[in-house]
């Protein structure tokens, strides 16, 4: 496989994992805030395994919500969420990223599910590129946390 197919196949690959990590935020239950449940279901879509939540922090289970599905691991998974917190609003109230140029997390959410290839290009690049580092193992480009800001 050349490298430029590789490349390819690798960022439909980071958009279909995107897709799953802000599928779990549908119109019944769109985040207003990064916060542990916003972190939970991220997590739990992006890693396909369940987590229980208790006092701000969360702890994967052994459950999996689909069999059968290979998924990030939990650190790349948590590196992606961190991404999004660090440097994309959650909705079009959030001011705390002046700057920004591209859609909110809820916005990425609703467009994921129509067009994820279309919606992953629409991110900035800087946003792209450290989700990438994330899979690729380098979590250097984004601020780890081990709970979200703002609790449940």
Do not use: H
Request: proline share 5%; hydrophobic share 35%; aromatic share 6%.
């Amino acid at each position: 496989m050349s490298t430029k197919r590789r490349i390819g196949a690798g960022v439909i690959g980071l958009a279909l994992v995107a897709t799953l990590g802000l599928t779990g935020c549908n119109q019944d239950n769109t985040p207003q805030a990064y916060n542990t449940l916003t972190q939970q279901n991220f997590l739990e879509l992006c890693t396909n395994l369940y987590f229980n939540s208790s006092d701000d922090t969360l702890a994967a289970t052994s459950n999996t919500i689909k069999a059968d599905v290979t998924a990030p691991t939990q650190a790349e998974c948590q590196c992606q969420y961190d991404v999004f917190v660090n440097q994309v609003p959650i909705n079009d109230n959030d001011t705390s990223k002046p700057g920004y140029n591209g859609p909110n997390f809820t916005d990425l959410n609703a467009e994921l599910k129509s067009d994820p290839a279309k919606a992953w290009a629409t991110l900035p690049a800087s946003v792209t590129e450290a989700v990438t580092a994330c899979v690729k193992g380098d979590s250097t480009t984004s601020t780890t946390a081990t709970t979200a800001p703002g609790g449940a």
